[in-house]
């Protein structure tokens, strides 16, 4: 894999640049400077082999989230094949282009295409002659914002060779698991995800909405090639003043959609609020897998912790109908004790999603669910006959039984199938449907 990395200062178009060459939303863009904090990758469109990096802006700062951000940005430099450094057309040269040149020459060795963006109106541009200084050869004129110039970046790109054969793609027939990881603010989610990886990729600060954008990280745990999405903290809505905030939640909620299980990772020394329902509510309505992580259990006293465990699972079980038994473990990022076992769980929960149960047995669970409780009759005083059952779906699991007769079957009825279905069949972690189709026989 041949690993590209965008670079340049804060608010020079390296984000629009990065979702233009791979075709995606995937990296948060604004007008203001310094949104991109943690290193987002991706692949470019229709070329998989290569693997670019979106950096933050690179600043002059010694500690908090810009320093960690910018460590972060120079780690992506010195590590790649070739980099794309992007200035401000408009804005022109200035000293911190001269100074973060000259840093990324003495990072690397591998070579360098220049980038003159927002260069799309030629009466709004500066002397791109200055640019030249920077001593990365001759300047590239591009609008990420059009997508104008690309052929010029796919010429470079063609020549670069990779330094080694990392097998880690992210290309669109990639059958890794998709993990999301989602949480409102500051519970632990870039600490949790830095202790799958086995390194401190994720800014981890102790105060709320650090990570912005969605991050999605190819890596291998537990015997499992996955794909793990850190995302956004998620706050009440009354809470959120900020339009980036506002942009970031809409990522994390679109995570959930593009995933195939989500964690969703709680304070397990505080109470569960209900927004951390909501967002399970989201996950199951989807029809994804969701695995709660009970974070900082190791903070939590000894006596207390079988009656928490137990009021949580009563709480999310009461909450919820899709699900019969809601998957909630308990863990520490920290400390990493837990998360083996989690993503055990979890990938057991994934191998049974992923199978289709015989319409034999389901019909034989069925006839004997109906046996032991017969379905009530409907207003008009007519019974309702099952007649075929059969799964129709999955994720969620969906079973689809041919019913004559009565049509109006209460929801009491259907829960007591889907529980008693879900747990013949293993399903009780799962979202389970039950939909009925009415018998077409005219004489029923």
């Not at 003495?106 to 200084?133: C, G, Q």
């Not at 670069?160 to 880690?168: G, L, Q, V, W």
């Not at 991050?215 to 900020?242: C, E, H, Q, S």
């Not at 964690?263 to 397990?268: G, S």
Request: net charge positive.
């Amino acid at each position: 894999m041949i690993k590209i990395t965008i670079a340049g200062r804060p608010n020079t178009g390296k984000s629009t640049l990065f979702n233009g060459l791979t075709g995606t939303r995937d990296a948060l863009v604004h007008d203001r400077p310094g949104v991109t904090r943690d290193t987002i990758y991706g692949t470019i469109a229709g070329h998989p082999e290569y693997q670019i990096r979106d950096t933050a802006g690179l600043e002059n700062e010694r500690d908090g989230i810009a320093a960690a951000s910018t460590n972060m940005a120079m780690d992506a430099i010195s590590g790649a094949d070739a980099i794309l450094f992007v200035v401000d057309g408009r804005v022109g040269l200035i000293p911190e282009d001269i100074e973060w040149a000259r840093l990324v020459r003495r990072k690397t060795h591998a070579p360098v295409l220049l980038l003159v963006n927002k260069s799309e109106s030629s009466r709004r541009m500066a002397d791109t002659h200055d640019f030249y200084k920077l001593g990365f050869g001759e300047p590239v004129l591009i609008s990420a914002e059009h997508k104008s110039g690309f052929d010029s970046v796919f010429k470079f790109l063609e020549k670069i060779k990779p330094s080694d054969e990392s097998p880690t793609t992210l290309n669109s027939d990639d059958k890794r698991i998709k993990i999301a990881v989602l949480g409102q603010p500051n519970v632990g989610k870039s600490t949790f995800v830095n202790k799958v990886l086995g390194e401190n990729r994720q800014i981890v600060k102790d105060e709320p909405g650090v990570t912005r954008d969605t991050v999605k990280i190819p890596t291998k745990f537990y015997g499992r090639n996955i794909i793990l999405m850190d995302t956004a903290g998620l706050r009440r809505k009354a809470n959120v003043r900020d339009d980036v905030e506002t942009l970031s939640a809409l990522k994390s909620l679109d995570a959930i959609e593009k995933s195939d299980v989500v964690i969703l990772v709680v304070d397990a020394t505080r109470d569960i609020e209900n927004q951390a329902l909501g967002i399970a509510a989201r996950v199951y309505d989807a029809g994804k897998i969701l695995c709660v992580a009970l974070n900082k259990w190791d903070l939590i006293p000894e006596f207390e912790r079988d009656e928490k465990l137990l009021r949580l699972k009563h709480r999310f079980s009461n909450s919820f109908h899709q699900i019969i038994k809601p998957l909630i473990l308990a863990i520490s990022a920290q400390k990493g004790t837990g998360v083996q076992n989690l993503f055990k769980r979890i990938y057991e929960q994934w191998d049974i999603s992923t199978a289709t149960a015989p319409t034999s047995l389901i019909n034989k669970i069925v006839g004997e669910l109906v046996e032991r409780r017969q379905p009530p009759m409907s207003r008009l005083k007519r019974p309702m006959k099952i007649k075929f059952a059969s799964q129709t779906g999955r994720h969620p699991m969906k079973i689809t039984i041919n019913v004559g007769g009565a049509s109006d079957i209460p929801e009491s009825y259907t829960r007591y199938l889907r529980r008693g279905l879900a747990t013949a069949l293993k399903w009780e972690h799962l979202p389970v449907t039950i939909e009925y189709t009415k018998s077409e026989n005219p004489f029923d």
